[in-house]
């Protein structure tokens, strides 16, 4: 994963959204390898250590909570918007 995040660095440094890729693949698509990485090993640990119960419970708590995350980010977002109103049309 960190190969992968240090070749964006250079191959879109002339680029004009050079940043905005740089986040879109490092943080957002590569930062997910890592996150599902650690939540796969810590359901092996339950199953290898013999309490695959407690790892069914975990996956359903740890999806849950994403999901209950997501919603409410949509929610405080959709709210923000209402307030707020949408952003101006940027010419590109």
Not at 23 to 46: H, K, M, N, Q, R
Request: charged share 15%; no cysteine; glycine share 14%.
């Amino acid at each position: 994963v960190a190969f992968a995040r240090g070749l964006p660095l250079t191959t879109t440094a002339s680029h004009p959204r050079a940043r905005d890729i740089r986040l879109l693949v490092g943080a957002g698509f590569l930062g997910g390898f890592t996150t599902f990485s650690a939540f796969t090993v810590e359901l092996a640990e339950y199953r290898i250590d013999g309490d695959p119960t407690t790892g069914l419970l975990y996956a359903a708590a740890m999806i849950a909570a994403g999901l209950a995350a997501a919603l409410g980010g949509l929610a405080l977002g959709r709210a923000w918007i209402a307030r707020r109103g949408p952003a101006p049309e940027t010419a590109a």
